[in-house]
């Protein structure tokens, strides 16, 4: 079975200072599909970048980039330039290929913003 | 368009209360999933249903029923629940490969936060 593992259950940042969040993860897959949520005190979960794992390149989404190491099974998300939106639970999140979809999801970190 | 709806927002029952949850998507998905969240934890997958057959039930108690009428509605509907079935419940979308299975990225709704007295 995979795990996803957030060694880091809170962090805070400074308004427009950069951030980096980890997670690893455990599989016996090689090809599969990595995500990070974001999920504000709104509630809804807010997909924020996606990496296939066959793929080599870094997946970037404007101010979020990842650092994905699959030999280390390490995928982190850098958050450059913080903003007060950004404040929010972000879950790390594994998806394998099979026909029965799903995801495991880390067990969280709360980012906090400081203006 | 990636949105997904649920209602209501916020829902307050009894135990002896029957009521349900909609969740509803535009964006032709064939795949829908529920999930049950508590505070400060990552959602708990309970059923999930691909071009309309209930492929995956978490071993989910017989008091949540889902229901998918047709490809663009989910319905949950709620028997007999207890206190400890209070959480946010929270509706999701992908869209399948050929072959029924399903794409890479879930698409979610704002969730319904639901207490039980």
């Known amino acids: 079975a995979q795990t996803v593992t957030q060694s880091q259950p809170e962090m805070s940042v400074q308004e427009a200072e950069t951030v980096t969040l980890s997670c690893t993860y455990d599989?016996?897959?090689?090809?599969?599909?990595l995500f990070w949520y974001k999920q504000p005190p709104s509630r809804q979960m807010i997909l924020v970048i996606r990496?296939?794992?066959?793929?080599?390149q870094n997946a970037t989404e404007n101010r979020f980039s990842v650092n994905f190491q699959k030999a280390a099974k390490s995928f982190s998300l850098k958050i450059s330039d913080s903003q007060l939106g950004d404040a929010a639970m972000y879950f790390c999140?594994?998806?394998?290929?099979?026909?029965?979809?799903?995801?495991?999801f880390g067990s969280g970190t709360q980012l906090t913003v400081l203006p | 368009d990636t949105e997904v709806t649920q209602t209501p927002k916020h829902l307050v029952m009894g135990m002896t209360n029957k009521k349900s949850l909609k969740c509803e998507q535009h964006?032709?998905?064939?795949?829908m999933y529920w999930y049950k969240q508590k505070a400060k934890k990552p959602p708990e997958l309970m059923f999930v249903?691909?071009?309309?057959?209930?492929?995956i039930n978490e071993s989910v108690p017989s008091r949540f029923s889902p229901e998918c009428p047709n490809s663009s509605l989910l319905n949950l509907h709620l028997h007999a629940l207890q206190p400890e079935d209070s959480a946010l419940y929270l509706c999701?979308?992908?869209?399948?490969?050929?072959?029924?299975?399903?794409?890479?990225?879930?698409?979610f709704g704002p969730g319904t936060r639901l207490t039980v007295l």
């Open positions: 249903y691909s071009y309309e057959k209930l492929s």
């Open positions: 999140a594994y998806s394998n290929l099979g026909s029965a979809r799903q995801l495991t």
């Open positions: 990496q296939e794992a066959y793929k080599q």
């Open positions: 964006m032709g998905h064939r795949a």
């Open positions: 599989t016996s897959e090689s090809d599969y599909y």
């Open positions: 999701a979308s992908s869209q399948p490969l050929a072959g029924g299975t399903s794409t890479d990225t879930q698409y």
